[in-house]
C-alpha cells in the first residue's frame, strides 16, 4: 500500500461518501457506472464494496457538472464525454473555479457586512 502524503486525504472513499460530496443518492451513482464505460471504481470481490478513488470522483464531478448542472441527457453526455473528452474536462474545471470564486465572494460578503454593522 502506498503511503498517503497527505493525512488528511484519503485514498478510498466509499459510494456513501461520494453521494454525500454531491448531494446524490447512492443508486445514482451505481446507474451511472453502468450508463457511463469512463465510470469504473474498483469493487472488492469478497464484499463487493466500491472504492472510489480520487480519480473516479472526478468523473462523477464532470457526468454530475453535465447531467445535472447543464441538464445533458444521459445519452447525449456519454456521447459529448466520448467524442470531447478535453473539453469536458476542461469544462468542468472552469465550472469548479467559478464555484470556488462565488463561495469566497460570498464569505467576502458576510465579513464586509459583519465589519458594517
Not at 14 to 24: C, D, N, T
Request: glycine share 4%; no cysteine.
Amino acid at each position: 500500500m502506498a503511503l498517503n502524503p497527505n493525512k488528511n486525504m484519503k485514498i478510498y472513499y466509499s459510494i456513501k461518501e461520494v453521494a454525500q460530496m454531491l448531494g446524490v443518492n447512492e443508486s445514482l451513482l451505481r446507474y451511472w457506472e453502468k450508463e457511463f464505460p469512463h465510470l469504473r471504481p474498483k469493487i472488492v470481490s469478497s464484499t463487493g464494496v466500491r472504492r472510489y478513488v480520487e480519480k473516479d470522483i472526478e468523473q462523477v464531478r464532470l457526468i454530475y457538472n453535465l447531467v445535472k448542472v447543464r441538464g445533458f441527457k444521459i445519452a447525449a453526455a456519454r456521447k459529448y464525454l466520448n467524442e470531447n473528452r478535453e473539453g469536458a474536462d476542461r469544462s468542468n474545471d472552469v465550472l469548479e473555479t467559478l464555484i470556488s470564486l462565488r463561495d469566497q465572494l460570498k464569505d467576502l460578503k458576510q465579513h464586509l457586512d459583519a465589519a458594517i454593522v
